[in-house]
């Protein structure tokens, strides 16, 4: 039999292994997201009931969250002698590809609709919060589309990104975090002890700064101007502002709070992944200077089911920065990795209550990395209280009194 022939999610690789890929039609299930948070504007025009808008918060952070306790994990991997056969299947691109008009088009509805409909300042907020959602789920998009070497996907990323106002994000992320990650170097890597509102605090405006000098340095090396019509971080903010701008024009007045209050909200679901992401993992230095290389224990995993489908694999972030290229598709499960009790949609609403994120993350960071503070990115104002309440120890320093 010839990959030619083979039933659609079937490969087979060049040493006769077969794989079928189970999860072919759920990555269906990303579409969920832009979908349900524009359900409630839609019963809201049936029912007239301002409890309608409010259905995405029990939706993302009830349901999502339930699923993936009662689905449980999918730790099954592809084999490596099909990654490319998998890779080079149009369908997992489509579907990454098919967001981009279905977030933009679910943006510019709710606006829309704030704008033509007499709603209460309750009803209001509820809405721009959901589309707010959606904007965060372009976010995403934008992460698996601006990995990728064609310009079409790069292009695709940058357009996605536009509603949520953090077109820097296609420059900081792939140039700034990924560079920088699990070390005290990254705004966008928390520390033990950092609660999330202090670490937005500092992770927001840094991405910003980051992007542009990354993007600045990029340009004086070629001898080019920041200004220059080939500013990437000048193209994306030009997106978001020709978005902004021209839904103005089309709605209104009506409609800036509902850009305002939605692009927060859509930099508050980014701000809350890369919080939970790397929390007090850190990469060790070597003796050049330079840190080590990202390795899959650099990163929080979660294998929980219903939420990957929803999120392309996202949260299989160990092997994503430790191979940043790979598709979502692709994404493998490594044994014995910091992992999460639940999904992202599950972590969030813990990691909003600090000391509730504390008890829950702070002994599995611990086990993780042995209690060693070597491998641990502390906050530094809280170092020495966070190591004489967990009893950490200094692993180098123990390494050398028995080698002594």
């Known amino acids: 039999m010839t990959n030619a022939t083979l039933k659609a999610g079937t490969f087979i690789g060049d040493d006769g292994a077969i794989y079928v890929d189970k999860k072919r039609r759920f990555w269906l299930v990303s579409f969920m997201l832009p979908v349900f948070a524009v359900i409630g504007p839609v019963l809201y025009m049936q029912l ?4 309608t808008l409010w259905m995405f918060l029990p939706v993302f952070y009830i349901f999502i969250p339930l699923m993936d306790y009662f689905l449980g994990e999918d730790t099954s991997n592809p084999p490596e002698s099909v990654v490319k056969q998998l890779e080079a299947d149009k ?60 310009k079409l996907s790069q292009w695709m990323a940058k357009i996605v990104l536009a509603p ?20 005290p170097d990254d705004p966008a890597s928390s520390k033990m002890g950092e609660n999330i509102y ?87 230095k ?30 299989r972030h160990s092997d994503h920065h430790a191979n940043a290229t790979r598709s979502y598709q692709s994404l493998r499960h490594f044994k014995d990795l910091p992992s999460f009790p639940n999904g992202y949609f599950g972590m969030y609403p ?14 599995r960071l611990i086990e993780a990395t042995g209690g060693d ?3 641990i990115n502390m906050l530094p104002s809280k170092r020495k209280k966070l190591i004489e309440k967990y009893n950490l120890h200094d692993g180098q320093a123990v390494e050398q009194k028995l080698a002594a």
């Not at 007239?48 to 409890?51: K, V, Y």
């Not at 789920?137 to 934008?142: A, E, F, P, V």
Request: aromatic residues 16%; positive net charge.
């Open 373 to 375: 503070i070597n491998r």
């Open 48 to 51: 007239g009931q301002d409890w």
């Open 198 to 284: 202090s670490f937005a605090v500092r992770e927001l405006p840094g991405a910003i700064i980051r992007a542009f000098k990354i993007e600045k340095t990029r340009l004086n090396e070629q001898g080019k101007s920041a200004l220059s019509i080939e500013n990437e971080f000048l193209q994306t903010m030009g997106m978001t502002l020709f978005c902004y701008i021209a839904m103005g024009l089309v709605f209104g007045a009506a409609i800036v709070p509902y850009l305002l209050i939605s692009a927060f909200y859509s930099m508050w679901q980014l701000t809350s992944a890369n919080y939970i992401e790397h929390y007090g993992l850190l990469r060790q």
């Open 91 to 150: 369908y997992y691109k489509i579907i990454a590809m098919l967001q981009v008009p279905t977030v933009i088009t679910s943006f510019i509805f709710c606006g829309w609709f704030v704008a033509n409909h007499d709603l209460s300042i309750n009803g209001y907020v509820a809405t721009a919060l959901a589309a707010g959602i959606i904007g965060g789920h372009g976010l995403n998009i934008g992460h698996e589309l601006g990995h990728k070497k064609d």
């Open 164 to 183: 949520a106002a953090y077109g820097h994000f296609f420059i900081e992320h792939n140039r700034g975090h990924h560079r920088y990650v699990a070390t």
């Open 286 to 315: 070597l003796p050049s200077g330079k840190y080590e290389r990202p390795q899959p224990h650099h990163s929080w995993n979660s294998n929980h089911i219903f939420s990957n489908w929803a999120l392309f694999h996202l949260q």
């Open 350 to 363: 813990i990691a909003y209550i600090p000391t509730w994120w504390y008890r829950v993350m702070d002994k």
